[in-house]
């Protein structure tokens, strides 16, 4: 299980350092920060004068040896929207980012489990039809018009719940501001969290149905069966057990892609997350900000799938002796 990990931490070190080459390119080739602190009217020899002062004259090895240097310090530069160090602009907007998340998991894991496990034991009952049709619906209407119309109908035309903003929060543990801990903050959360979990509860839903269906045709459950096992632990033990790896592995891409997706969440709902940052610092091409956004996803991306990686050791004996082969 060591080597397995070292080999894990290995090419997460490998896709991080790539990642960092992507973000240099960005800040290199995206807008001219020279421009952006001198402005328009000043003269060609100052502006190489400041040039020269920041480096930015440089051969592009050396600014890129720079570069990562300064980013394993934490340094990724300064926003020119705000004013201040871009990672920690980002961090301040990372609680928001992961409570939508996590909200939206919660209701995927709360949804996909009972539902799809009911489509595939009860393959051909009415709700099982309702089940599947209403998924088919979900994988195809995009994201950005479920919150939309979630917004018309339970916003203005019902007026149950709120459409926008993270509503009332609180300050723990000294730097993490939650909503989750009032009654305002959770009502805010409903629309946003349901509308970002659509993007994968019907991926979900019919993946655990169709693999446990394939489960169930294997010959070790008709055994349990003929054995005369309570239908419980047939279902849950012997037959969802061995559906978890293909759940495992698309759930932690999935993870990483709804943090992705927040990018059209936010902008509906106003969430003010990392996506919601992220297209202001487009619109204005701060170039800090933008690396800064990358760096702290394809992070989460690399730590989220080494993590499953080393889960599927303890779901699975065998990955670990198949690993060791």
Not at 32 to 49: M, N, Y
Request: net charge positive; with cysteine; hydrophobic share 55%.
């Amino acid at each position: 299980m060591f080597a397995f990990f070292v080999r894990r931490a290995g090419q997460a070190m490998l896709v991080m350092a790539i990642i960092s080459l992507v973000c240099f390119a960005v800040q290199h080739k995206i807008g001219d920060p020279i421009r952006d602190l001198l402005g328009e009217s000043v003269s060609e020899t100052e502006r190489q004068a400041l040039r020269v002062k920041l480096g930015l004259a440089d051969p592009l090895p050396q600014q890129y040896l720079r570069f990562v240097t300064n980013a394993l310090r934490g340094d990724l530069g300064i926003s020119y929207m705000f004013g201040k160090p871009a990672l920690s602009v980002i961090l301040q907007k990372f609680p928001a980012t992961a409570e939508l998340v996590f909200c939206a998991v919660l209701w995927v894991l709360a949804l996909s489990l009972p539902l799809g496990i009911y489509a595939a034991i009860r393959p051909r009952s009415a709700l099982t039809r309702v089940i599947m049709g209403a998924s088919i619906v979900g994988v195809s209407i995009p994201v950005f018009l479920i919150a939309i119309i979630m917004i018309w109908i339970f916003a203005v035309f019902l007026g149950w719940l709120p459409s926008f903003g993270r509503g009332e929060t609180v300050t723990v543990l000294g730097f993490w501001s939650t909503g989750l801990l009032t009654w305002d903050g959770l009502r805010h959360m409903v629309l946003p969290s349901i509308s970002l979990a659509s993007l994968t509860l019907p991926l979900f839903i019919r993946l655990i149905r169709s693999e446990m269906m394939e489960v169930l045709q294997s010959e070790y459950v008709k055994f349990a069966f003929a054995k005369g096992l309570p239908l419980w632990r047939i279902y849950l033990v012997h037959a969802f057990k061995n559906t978890l790896l293909p759940v495992i592995t698309v759930g932690g891409v999935r993870i990483g892609t709804m943090l992705a997706f927040t990018i059209l969440t936010e902008t509906v709902f106003q969430w003010q997350g990392m996506g919601f940052i992220f297209l202001q610092a487009v619109e204005r091409a701060d170039t800090s900000l933008l690396v800064a956004y990358l760096v702290v996803v394809g992070l989460i991306f690399v730590v989220v799938n080494t993590v499953v990686d080393l889960v599927y050791g303890l779901v699975n004996p065998m990955v670990r002796v198949a690993g060791r082969k």
